[in-house]
């Protein structure tokens, strides 16, 4: 039996913000949405809006996902907590930098996180298979805790693409062939077996709600297999 537990999970990558704009690494240091991110945040809530009659509204406590939880609940009505287990990958040292600099001051690193090494984390940082597990422990735990029928995370582009890689039965290494573009929506249909939640993705990163104007520009940053920084 699964009665109270979530059956659909949709995760919100939070609206841009200029260290996006700039291809700086953000990671879990706090940045807050620029006016692109907060009308796409908007954007993004009038979709949830119409979507989604009732749920549960879980957002990182970072200030770039608390902005896009903002005109969710005012569109909703849900009510919104924080939780800080679904914040963006810990870059250490390199949060902060763009990814120029980083290819300038640590070339081998930069491409073992290109190759997916689920051994490499930057000085400070957590290790692509940590962040990994971490992403999949807290919304595991946040489903199987939720008394709705829905449950929303306005999350990070890290955290959307380790879920998928979870419900795709991908590892780190395997090459992203996807996109998480800021306030797109992902989307998990979920059931249970043996009490425990299967996660069935039905979409990510659809930002096909948004206008052209607010629609991320393709990037050039070199993210190859690792989950999107953001």
Same mark, same amino acid.
């Given at each position: 039996?699964?009665?109270?537990?979530?059956?659909?999970?949709?995760?919100?990558?939070?609206?841009?913000?200029?260290?996006?704009?700039?291809?700086?690494?953000?990671?879990?240091?706090?940045?807050?949405?620029?006016?692109?991110?907060?009308?796409?945040?908007?954007?993004?809530?009038?979709?949830?809006?119409?979507?989604?009659?009732?749920?549960?509204?879980?957002?990182?406590?970072?200030?770039?996902?608390?902005?896009?939880?903002?005109?969710?609940?005012?569109?909703?009505?849900?009510?919104?907590?924080?939780?800080?287990?679904?914040?963006?990958?810990?870059?250490?040292?390199?949060?902060?930098?763009?990814?120029?600099?980083?290819?300038?001051?640590?070339?081998?690193?930069?491409?073992?996180?290109?190759?997916?090494?689920?051994?490499?984390?930057?000085?400070?940082?957590?290790?692509?298979?940590?962040?990994?597990?971490?992403?999949?422990?807290?919304?595991?735990?946040?489903?199987?805790?939720?008394?709705?029928?829905?449950?929303?995370?306005?999350?990070?582009?890290?955290?959307?693409?380790?879920?998928?890689?979870?419900?795709?039965?991908?590892?780190?290494?395997?090459?992203?062939?996807?996109? #998480?573009?800021?306030?797109?929506?992902?989307?998990?249909? #979920?059931?249970?077996?043996?009490?425990?939640?299967?996660?069935?993705?039905?979409?990510?990163?659809?930002?096909?709600?948004?206008?052209?104007?607010?629609?991320?520009?393709?990037?050039?940053?070199?993210?190859?297999?690792?989950?999107?920084?953001?």
């Amino acid at each position: 039996m699964s009665l109270g537990k979530a059956k659909r999970l949709l995760l919100i990558r939070h609206g841009e913000t200029d260290w996006n704009a700039q291809g700086r690494i953000q990671g879990m240091l706090d940045v807050p949405l620029n006016a692109v991110g907060l009308q796409q945040a908007a954007s993004a809530a009038a979709e949830i809006a119409r979507i989604v009659d009732i749920a549960d509204l879980v957002s990182s406590d970072l200030v770039r996902t608390r902005e896009t939880t903002i005109p969710i609940i005012e569109a909703t009505g849900f009510a919104s907590r924080f939780d800080a287990r679904i914040r963006e990958r810990n870059f250490g040292v390199l949060q902060g930098k763009t990814y120029a600099e980083w290819r300038t001051a640590d070339a081998e690193g930069m491409a073992r996180y290109n190759a997916g090494d689920p051994d490499y984390g930057p000085e400070g940082g957590e290790t692509a298979s940590g962040f990994l597990e971490r992403c999949v422990d807290a919304v595991t735990d946040l489903v199987l805790g939720s008394k709705e029928k829905a449950l929303i995370l306005v999350t990070h582009g890290g955290v959307v693409s380790s879920i998928y890689r979870h419900s795709q039965g991908l590892g780190c290494a395997s090459a992203r062939t996807w996109s #998480v573009p800021n306030a797109s929506i992902s989307e998990w249909r #979920v059931e249970y077996t043996n009490g425990e939640p299967i996660f069935y993705c039905d979409r990510v990163g659809d930002d096909s709600f948004l206008t052209d104007d607010l629609r991320e520009t393709v990037s050039d940053q070199p993210i190859i297999h690792s989950a999107y920084v953001a």
